[in-house]
């Protein structure tokens, strides 16, 4: 059974940073992908980002702001986020299951879930 634990959450303000971790367990394949989704409240859902083994992606909003890792003898991703910006708010979830890392994924490539977390950024 597949889950998907988020933590590092959280209130900073604007210009600050936080970093969040996905730990990742109960599936048997090695090549997973992960990706990072937020949603904002009224808004969709959208991919932040994604890692493969050997691929990863940023959307332009975040490019030289966030950068994300994975430890794979841990099965954890991380999403390391500075420079925050009031409109970063969201609750932001990681996901498995898309077949490859790609900026053209929605969340529906994705079959499995964390729970979410919030980050909220003030002015």
């Known amino acids: 059974q597949v889950q998907l634990v988020e933590s590092g959450g959280g209130l900073v303000q604007a210009g600050g940073s936080l970093r969040l971790s996905c730990a990742a367990s109960?599936?048997?394949?090695?090549?997973?992908?992960i990706g990072w989704f937020r949603q904002a409240p009224g808004k969709e859902r959208e991919q932040v980002s994604c890692i493969s083994r050997s691929f990863s992606y940023l959307i332009d909003s975040v490019k030289g702001r966030f950068t994300i890792s994975r430890d794979n003898a841990k099965n954890t991703v991380t999403l390391q986020m500075n420079s925050l910006k009031p409109e970063d708010t969201a609750v932001y979830y990681c996901?498995?299951?898309?077949?490859?890392?790609?900026?053209?994924?929605?969340?529906?490539?994705?079959?499995?879930w964390g729970q979410g977390t919030q980050v909220t950024v003030s002015s």
């Open positions: 109960g599936f048997p394949n090695y090549n997973y992908v």
């Open positions: 996901a498995l299951g898309a077949p490859w890392c790609s900026d053209k994924w929605t969340w529906k490539a994705y079959d499995s």
